[in-house]
């Protein structure tokens, strides 16, 4: 088969500048002369359907009396080799023209399609025979008697490409639904729709426009489009709104007065609420860190929950053992009090001691070492509310709350 190379170069060099654009090639076949044309239309690229050089390229019909030429037209009808039209977000019909020096068969078809949407259909609407023909799985072959140039016998129509969006599933992961919005120029014989597991959950005929599939739950599904014998299919996840947490923990090995990193593990989750089971609430945190300063088994309790009402709960139960604290004797020396927004610590008995209190959320908002003597801390910059206070000496260590106030 031979081709017009001065034409395929010039558009060679308008390609080169379409790369991820949408594009169709058609061509136009001299079964007898072996001869072939194309054309190419772009469909993202231009501003508008009317010529312009920067955009198209025009079609230099050639004088090789044997080949075939095969052009598309602008809307102010000037033939291109290279058509390219502004954003494709309706269907879009073509006019087609040829130029034919021999007699005998010639046949149009898809040569390629480059980044163009599966639901896109192509269909070659011919004046004389008053049919549509499906260029995807189609060939078109004509006969002609005698030379000509015709402008108005071929006509390209292109779909725009089906619009599908998805609504979130519930609180239950049930309810969402998956909606196609189709060219109205089109009617597809099927659209079915299959489960991750390929089955098939629904099917609806002879549809266009608007259609929506409902009452699906979240997961991940296609969609086939059957158009005679052309089958597309387009795969599409349905979210959920569904609230999923489990909690994690530093250690499983607790002692008192020993910081434990909580975490969460959630899914579609704003906000949090925790209940450690001794009393310490925190919230809007997802991973925070405490102290407990008793013996015993507590349950932590966390609910998570999002902007749709949808909650989730996580439980985990804890033991914590009792750490090593400064002697009992020793506590009547060492002190912690708070009045006011100081915290006091009288500490009459040891040297190389240290102390830092905490928020409930665990942030650490003072540290120093503490001398003999009345120790006070100024915390006024902080809401009232328990702290933590923690001190460490040679001896051991002691934990203790207290209320500030103002």
């Not at 170069?9 to 500048?17: K, L, V, W």
């Not at 266009?208 to 979240?218: E, S, W």
Request: proline fraction near 2%; glycine fraction near 8%; aromatic fraction near 10%.
């Amino acid at each position: 088969m031979k081709y017009v190379w001065a034409l395929l170069f010039m558009g060679m060099f308008f390609s080169s500048r379409a790369i991820g654009l949408q594009e169709i090639k058609l061509e136009l076949y001299d079964a007898v002369q072996d001869e072939a044309d194309e054309t190419t239309i772009n469909l993202d690229y231009g501003n508008s359907n009317t010529y312009h050089y920067t955009e198209d390229s025009k079609k230099i019909l050639s004088g090789v009396l044997e080949a075939p030429q095969l052009f598309s037209i602008t809307s102010d009808n000037v033939n291109c080799l290279i058509n390219s039209n502004g954003p494709f977000i309706s269907n879009q019909v073509i006019p087609l023209g040829f130029r034919s020096y021999n007699t005998g068969n010639y046949t149009i078809r898809l040569k390629s399609t480059n980044n163009l949407d599966a639901t896109v259909i192509i269909r070659l609407e011919d004046k004389v025979t008053g049919q549509m023909y499906l260029l995807q799985t189609t060939d078109h072959t004509f006969n002609l008697n005698t030379q000509q140039l015709n402008t108005a016998r071929f006509w390209l129509h292109i779909s725009r490409p089906a619009a599908i969006t998805t609504s979130d599933a519930n609180c239950s992961s049930l309810n969402g639904s998956i909606t196609v919005d189709q060219d109205t120029t089109i009617k597809w014989n099927q659209c079915q729709l299959f489960n991750s597991e390929n089955a098939m959950v629904a099917s609806q005929s002879n549809v266009t426009g608007v259609y929506t599939f409902g009452n699906l739950p979240a997961g991940n599904y296609s969609i086939g489009f059957i158009y005679g014998s052309y089958v597309a299919t387009k795969q599409v996840t349905v979210s959920t709104q569904q609230v999923n947490v489990t909690i994690g923990v530093s250690t499983q090995n607790i002692v008192t007065g020993q910081e434990v990193q909580f975490s969460s593990w959630a899914t579609n989750a704003q906000y949090y609420d925790w209940d450690f089971g001794d009393g310490t609430i925190i919230t809007e945190i997802a991973n925070p860190s405490l102290a407990f300063y008793a013996p015993g088994t507590y349950t932590v309790t966390l609910l998570a929950t999002n902007s749709y009402g949808c909650e989730g709960y996580a439980y985990l139960t804890i033991v914590v053992s009792q750490g090593t604290d400064i002697s009992e004797q020793a506590l009547s020396n060492l002190q912690v009090y708070s009045t006011g927004a100081e915290v006091v610590v009288a500490n009459n008995s040891y040297t190389h001691t240290q102390c830092a209190i905490y928020n409930l959320t665990g942030q650490m908002l003072a540290s120093g070492a503490l001398s003999q003597g009345n120790n006070r801390l100024y915390l006024g910059a902080q809401p009232s509310g328990i702290y933590i206070v923690n001190i460490t000496a040679a001896e051991g260590s002691l934990s203790r709350k207290v209320v500030l106030g103002r």
